[in-house]
């Protein structure tokens, strides 16, 4: 099925990668726990307890920043939108020095670090200029630690289980990221004017993220101890034997200016029933990609990885037409959940792909500049959604998203066809 059978046959002859040269039964990196590599498990964990608490601060920052602290409501658009896009500039960046260094643990640490203490500042913010220094600070964390997180957790999986390691290490990272709303809420909800207690709620559990770290472990391949290795320069000539690499990250980013924000695509359940029902939709969005992230994953390891994302092209259309024209809560639940599926047939197998394609002293590069493009997709996807939404109506903003979609999957069949000659 689009030529993907005979293009994995070609990479097994062909393609000298990480994932080729690394042996898969080294002692330290073989125990598992709940059916994981035990790096795997930890970087999960480590996700798990660092999303519970960003979120914690996000699902309310809205609210903070223009009720407390009296900010206009375009300022929140700014701050997210110049956050995420330093974000995925930092991507790219410290990907290229995890390879220069052999590092991967260091900088993940000092990145989620950057984040957590940002939060524990929140608590004496007086005026929204300091929430937005402390979000870009935050943001730039971010993009210091995904990189060397993602090839991390290529370096600690064997092939046949990249699938089912970036998955359950997305499963984790959303299950907190569903947990920390409902927290948020009940300290909101409970505790008159708690927000200075929710910030350092949401410190402490960013705390935890950083003290799983002591169980995870960099991988040897990293250490470089046989001798030194001269680092390429971060410049567009280090993809230059990677062209398939830059093809298929390139029909991705085309993909990726169709995926509307959830927060944007969660304001057609209020448009169809109430506000009552937004963070039910949300709730049916997490917990379905929380349900069928790893049994995903195992199928990418079976069937291949191109497969599984052309799937999940697919469901992002059919949810994006249902969006368009169902006017019932109970259509739009389900279209939720085809959207909950579709993540976890994109999200983490997309650097899945990205590991199985590039050498090994470009591993983590390559996962910062595909972690870039998407970011800026998706911002991309954002403002042209959002003005879409705005100016005409939510169906149009769906139909652009389902058209791009489509157009997304019809280069990612041609280009995974090309990539097999």
Not at 56 to 85: C, H, K, N, R
Not at 116 to 145: A, E, H, Y
Not at 189 to 218: C, E
Not at 305 to 316: N, S
Request: charged residues 15%; positive net charge; hydrophobic residues 50%.
């Amino acid at each position: 099925m689009f030529g993907f059978k005979k293009y994995e046959m070609k990479e097994k002859t062909k393609a000298p990668n990480l994932l080729a040269a690394r042996p898969s039964t080294k002692k330290d990196f073989s125990a598992q726990v709940f059916g994981v590599r035990k790096n795997i498990f930890f970087l999960g964990l480590v996700s798990f307890f660092n999303d519970f608490s960003s979120e914690m601060v996000q699902s309310v920052m809205p609210v903070f920043l223009t009720v407390t602290l009296g900010a206009p409501v375009f300022f929140v658009g700014l701050i997210e939108g110049v956050a995420d896009a330093l974000s995925s500039v930092f991507k790219l960046i410290s990907g290229w020095i995890s390879d220069k260094i052999g590092k991967r643990k260091k900088p993940a640490v000092f990145g989620y670090s950057l984040s957590v203490f940002t939060r524990l500042f929140l608590i004496v913010t007086t005026n929204f200029w300091q929430v937005f220094t402390l979000r870009i600070i935050d943001r730039v964390g971010k993009g210091i630690r995904n990189s060397p997180r993602d090839a991390l957790i290529a370096e600690s999986s064997p092939k046949e289980e990249l699938g089912k390691s970036f998955n359950f290490h997305r499963m984790m990272d959303t299950l907190g990221a569903t947990l920390g709303p409902l927290l948020a809420f009940l300290i909101i909800y409970n505790i008159k004017d708690g927000y200075r207690i929710l910030f350092l709620v949401a410190f402490f559990l960013g705390l935890f993220a950083i003290g799983s770290f002591v169980f995870v472990k960099d991988t040897p391949q990293n250490k470089f101890q046989d001798q030194p290795k001269k680092s390429p320069k971060l410049d567009w000539n280090i993809f230059k034997e990677n062209k398939k690499f830059i093809f298929v990250v390139s029909s991705l980013f085309i993909f990726g200016l169709s995926a509307l924000p959830i927060g944007l695509i969660l304001l057609r359940a209020k448009e169809v029933a109430s506000i009552g029902s937004v963070p039910l939709m949300y709730f049916i969005y997490s917990l379905t990609f929380v349900i069928v992230a790893m049994p995903i994953g195992r199928l990418a390891d079976m069937v291949g990885e191109k497969i599984i994302i052309a799937l999940g092209f697919v469901l992002a259309f059919i949810s994006y037409i249902g969006f368009a024209l169902t006017s019932n809560i109970l259509a739009i639940a389900l279209f939720f959940v085809a959207l909950g599926i579709y993540s976890a047939c994109t999200d983490g197998i997309q650097r899945m792909l990205a590991a199985k394609s590039l050498h090994k002293e470009l591993l983590a590069t390559g996962q910062g500049f595909l972690n870039m493009a998407l970011g800026f997709s998706s911002l991309g996807a954002g403002v042209i959604g959002g003005l879409l939404w705005t100016f005409i109506n939510s169906q149009v903003a769906f139909f652009y998203a389902a058209i791009m979609s489509i157009i997304g999957l019809v280069l990612f069949i041609i280009i995974s066809k090309i990539n097999t000659k």
